[in-house]
């Protein structure tokens, strides 16, 4: 056998090397902590932990610099990370996307926390930015309901109720009953922070700053970037409309 045969035969079963995002469509690239249910179980404050949540803010700005994104979004133990139609890093490949990411992911949260922690990674594709609109209210409703059922269920639990009875006393409650529990238990689910019940969004804006040109030492503002941090998300058709701007890249 030639060697050249068994280079292309070995290379055709990279089986998957050759999947990339379809031209023009947008991309979400979505990682998840795996087993974060018990890697938080000691170490963070139930339901909802400011420090937990800024290290996956941090791992949110790593991987929205990381992967030259639009945007991010964090809640719970996920990250949502925007990717631009002309997205062009890694020639679109996925398995490239798919598995630096979540190495991304992993060693960021990793070396900040110094918990060893992985992270598992997928790739939505959206054609529409309505598409993207829906995908990432999909998301914040989805925080919005973790973050009431997680205060019920600990509320519930650091009352004395065993994990049976507390996940059956929520079993098919609606979002009033479930106020009104937290109520009785002196929690307004309202006054809690923002970002407990709509996640926190990053992206990157721009700004002016006033220096000096080094050479002549003529006074200049420079325009620099930096990641933007807003743990005070809007929602619903003020959340969509947010998204458009940042789409529209005049956010
Ligand atoms: N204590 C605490 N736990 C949190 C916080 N945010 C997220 N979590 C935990 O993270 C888990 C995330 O849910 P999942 O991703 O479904 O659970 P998982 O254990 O990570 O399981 P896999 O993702 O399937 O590996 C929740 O069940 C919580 O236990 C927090 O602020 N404080
Ligand atoms: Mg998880």
């Given at each position: 056998m030639?060697?050249?045969?068994?280079?292309?035969?070995?290379?055709?079963?990279?089986?998957?090397?050759?999947?990339?995002?379809?031209?023009g469509s947008f991309a979400v690239v979505r990682v998840d902590g795996r087993g974060f249910s018990r890697l938080t179980k000691t170490r963070f404050e139930k339901p909802m932990d400011a420090r937990f949540h800024e290290l996956m803010v941090t791992t949110a700005a790593s991987l929205l610099t990381g992967l030259h994104a639009?945007?991010?979004?964090?809640?719970?133990?996920?990250?949502?990370?925007?990717?631009?139609?002309?997205?062009?890093?890694f020639d679109r490949e996925l398995e490239k996307l798919v598995s630096l990411s979540a190495a991304n992911a992993s060693a960021t949260?990793?070396?900040?926390?110094?918990?060893?922690?992985?992270?598992?990674?997928?790739?939505?594709?959206?054609?529409?930015e309505q598409d993207v609109v829906d995908y990432f209210r999909w998301r914040q409703a989805d925080a919005t309901r973790c973050g009431l059922n997680g205060w019920c269920y600990w509320t519930l639990r650091k009352a004395g109720r065993s994990v049976a009875e507390a996940t059956k006393a929520l079993e098919g409650r609606d979002v009033a009953w479930k106020n009104e529990l937290l109520f009785q238990n002196g929690v307004n689910f309202n006054d809690t922070p923002l970002w407990q019940r709509r996640g926190t969004g990053l992206y990157v804006e721009t700004y002016e700053r006033p220096g000096r040109d080094p050479r002549t030492g003529e006074e200049r503002t420079a325009t620099r970037r930096r990641v933007r941090v807003d743990a005070e998300l809007p929602m619903?058709?003020?959340?969509?409309?947010?998204?458009?701007?940042?789409?529209?890249?005049?956010?």
């Open positions: 030639k060697p050249d045969d068994l280079e292309s035969r070995m290379r055709e079963r990279e089986y998957f090397h050759r999947l990339r995002l379809p031209p639009l945007y991010a979004y964090t809640e719970s133990d996920e990250i949502s990370v925007l990717l631009p139609r002309d997205w062009a890093l949260f990793t070396a900040t926390s110094g918990i060893r922690a992985e992270f598992d990674s997928r790739v939505w594709i959206g054609a529409t619903g058709d003020a959340y969509a409309e947010f998204l458009r701007r940042l789409l529209e890249g005049t956010g």
